[in-house]
């Protein structure tokens, strides 16, 4: 993965999270407060255009830019989630130009426990944790990624959040009632990944 | 004497928690750190700006709801003050309350956390 992979990963996210973001929305709307599709949508914008504006070094100067888009434009709980598991992404890249599966592993790694402490989340409390845990499991499994083993194991973690009781975050305020609606954040974290796959299972990362 | 920072994601209801508490205890500090560009919602910048004014000082924060706990943080990391920001899980009216009285007795941040934690389980109305 080179630093146009990653700005390839970032524009293809954007992409998924612009044609879905009413989706999004409407998912929030039935456990939150409706805003998440919003929210994504307002700081891929922004992100997207830095992308294009400036030119990058390496993968982490290019996942360093994408998480201050997203502390400072996304807002909602997904903006300090997002945005600290794209800088601790990004610090885990460091200043190599090109990274092996092993240190895409480790980027991965760096990001969902960033998530887990920033959101002080557990697995199986119906948030976008759940997806990260299981990226990061997948991902470990094969010495070369097997991407799509990675798809299948998101996606499962993603739908599995349906049938979750939420123990953090807004749809907490629903208690049992928030059990049979997919999680918004887990169901946006779900296409981060599958962007990701998209830009690394083509050629050798 | 310890800072109170409100942070909410509404600018209204922080402004008018602070007014509300200001006439309690007119001596301590409080500030609102509330909304995201003028909407509803919480925003790391806008929480940083206010810690940053108490750079040499020690504040408690108290916030309405779960995100805004994770930008207040953000914003104490990306300030270098996570050692002088404490932030209280408490009830936002009453823990404020509690936290402003207890701070204008001088005390540690760490008392005012506690106070403003204990506040919320206390019943408002006498028994008959
Ligand atoms: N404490 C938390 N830990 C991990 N993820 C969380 C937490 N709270 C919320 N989330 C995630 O954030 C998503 C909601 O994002 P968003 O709608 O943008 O923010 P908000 O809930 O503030 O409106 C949820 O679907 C969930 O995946
Ligand atoms: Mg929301």
Known sequence: MNQQDAVNWILSFQKKIESSKEYLTDLDQAVG????????????????????????????????????????????????????????ASGSCGGKETLEDEDVKAMLRAAADAVQARGRAERGEKTMYDVWEAVVRAAE??????????????????????EMQAKKGRAAYLGARSIGHLDPGSVSTRMLIESLAEVLESGDS | MTKILLVSHSEKLAEGLKELL????????IEAAAGDSGGIGTDPDTIST???????????????????????????????????VTIADAAFVEGALAAVMEAGFGSSAA??????????????????
């Open chain 2, 50 to 84: 206010k810690l940053q004014a108490w750079k040499e000082e020690e504040i408690v924060v108290l916030f309405d709801l779960g995100s805004a706990w994770m930008n207040t943080d953000l914003a104490a990391e990306m300030s270098g003050m996570e050692e002088q």
């Open chain 2, 22 to 29: 200001q006439q309690m205890q007119p001596d301590v500090d």
């Open chain 1, 33 to 88: 407060d409706g805003d998440h599709g919003i929210n994504m949508n307002r700081g891929l914008q922004h992100a997207a255009g830095v992308l294009h504006e400036k030119t990058f070094e390496t993968p982490g100067d290019v996942l360093k830019a994408v998480s201050t888009a997203f502390i400072s434009k996304v807002g909602g709980a997904s903006g300090p989630l997002y945005g600290s598991a794209m800088l601790k």
């Open chain 1, 141 to 162: 499994e094969k010495e070369d990624i097997d991407w799509q083993h990675v798809r299948m194991k998101t996606a499962e973690a993603a739908d599995a959040t349906k």
């Open chain 2, 111 to 128: 008392r005012v956390k506690a106070a403003a934690e204990a506040a919320g389980s206390q019943k408002k109305r006498p028994e008959a």
